[in-house]
């Protein structure tokens, strides 16, 4: 069979927006019926991320560690659980718990009250894993306990059992009080029905799967003076390039830094950024990309969904039927599309190698594949408020990546660097003409002091993004170049109307792949100059120490 005809209609029909003539026209509404997607999970299947849960952590002792361990893995698995500590030395669980969102610290004789939602009380000494089908949890009606160190249920049933009252419901399969179970592929300890414990009680018990879990607690333990706890990290890649750069162009030192911020302050293309507490549910975020390695795909689900998103994932891959990779999308509630489009006049092991992402020589088609793509589910599948895309190979999330979204608006995000367009015009003006045959007016000088706009992370209401996907793929039919080059340039001349969070160390999206160092707190999560976590994380494997931070915190081995 051939390629074409494995193709869904929607897909389909993204190739066949005529190619753009002497006047560039933006792509028509396709109208097609839509068929099934090669895999298909429910659409809102994290109810336990948008359940109201308080939790209770006593800590008896002084071991902030081991406080800094339970609190790091509750808030990966409860996001948005309002925590409270019950703690003998307030002072200190203040300081620990700064760290993790805590809500409140009281005395450890206190006694909270607890009357809605679901409740957890623990002794610091549990730590919990994250498991994206909690749906037991959220259920309950009573209470399942072991001993008076755990407790977890409805808010009137835990209040019961505070005031010395019994559980009745089974732990079976819920925590792991005694014994070490086994563990899967991503470093979790399950049940003999291979679903992870919510709870381990004994974390540091003498099992095969401690040295992974100890791994794992040690980017959440990590203990400092004063947060952030913040170390620079070595760069992998293109570090002698970049200190060139800087060097040649005066960068390098606090004068050089102060310029260029000066620079980007002065321009108004760009609003502060925006904090939204509630993260919306009714959101979609898109990726696409050919890669063999699961934890790949691990990684970007894991990190998505342990940040507190519960929107809708669909990534399109041309190669997604490993067991290993297939159980990645199904423990995270993802869904992908086998895509291999066909181009006239290259072969099918060449868009094979290049139909998620622009390379030289391959033609104007060619190199808006992946646009297309997005454009036409969109347009068939998506009916979502806000929608939005994300490389998948080298990002991971922090946070929900769409809780700092203005409506209606369309979100760009420049790169963290001090960079501008100026100082890299040989890769994005001269290298887009040679390479990729831009041949269109540039206006380069009114727009070069500005850093460059990273296309890896998109975001936006579904209007504003179609929109603008429909602006870049007739501005890439019509004059060439390379995508990430014309993308700064229509966003500077508002060709594309952005809102834009600046990459300066305020923004929501860490955009890397010009800096010489970067900043990691504890539980691995980096950190802007203030301490403050980013939402998004882009190209974070220039940078073995994060590299290593991620390893660790989302462990995953295939089988």
Known sequence: MSAAKRLPAWAAACLLVAAATDECHAPVANTYTMDPPAATYPARPLRELTTPLTTVIRWLGNDEAQLAASLGTLRATLPR???????????RARRVGARFEV????????????????????????????????????????????GRRFAVGDAQSVAGWLRGGDCSESTTGLILANGCAHSNAFGEVVSENELPYFALLH??????????????LQTFSAVCAKPPCA????????????????????????????????????????????????????CLLMGAGDYK??????????????????????????????????????????????????????????????????APGLGRLASTLRFRIFRSYLMGESRHTYVGWADVRDVFFQSCPFSRLRSGALHVFSETALLTLAHKRRVYLEWSRRAWGFDCSDEYETYHDAPPVNLGVVL?????????????????????????????????????????????????????????DVEVGDASRVVSSRGEPYSIVHQYDRYDGVVRAVASRWPFAAA
């Not at 000494?125 to 072991?146: E, Y």
Request: proline share 5%.
């Open 103 to 146: 809500e409140r610290v009281v005395g450890v004789d206190a006694v909270p009250t607890l009357t809605t939602g679901q409740v957890v009380v623990a002794d610091a000494s549990v730590v919990f894993q994250p498991d994206a089908t909690r749906t037991r949890l959220v259920a309950m009606k009573g209470c399942a306990a072991a």
């Open 460 to 516: 936006g209401a579904r209007s504003s993004v179609l929109q603008a996907l429909d602006t870049l793929i007739c501005q890439l039919e019509r004059c060439g170049g390379w995508d990430q080059f014309l993308w700064s340039k229509l966003v500077y001349e508002r060709t594309i109307g952005a809102t834009a969070h600046i990459g300066d160390d305020d923004a929501a999206v860490a955009n890397l792949c010009a800096n010489l």
């Open 81 to 91: 659980a309002r925590i409270t500590i019950a703690a003998r030395d307030m002072e």
């Open 231 to 282: 170390v620079p990290l070595s760069r992998v890649k293109n570090r002698k390039r970049t200190q060139q750069l800087l060097d040649t162009h005066g960068l390098n030192d606090k004068t050089g830094a102060d310029a260029a911020l000066l620079l980007r302050k002065r321009r108004p293309l760009f609003a502060e950024p925006y904090h939204n507490e509630t993260p919306t549910t009714d």
């Open 293 to 358: 390695d699961p934890q790949v795909y691990a990684t970007f689900l894991r990190s998505l969904r342990e940040a507190g998103s519960a929107c809708d994932v669909t990534l399109f891959t041309n190669d997604a039927a490993s067991p290993d990779i297939q159980s990645i999308f199904n423990k995270f509630n993802a869904r992908w599309h086998r895509f291999l489009p066909v181009v006239d006049g290259l072969s099918s092991d060449d868009v094979a190698r290049q139909a998620f992402q622009t």
């Open 203 to 216: 974390p540091s018990a003498d099992c095969p799967w401690r040295s992974t879990l100890t791994a794992r």
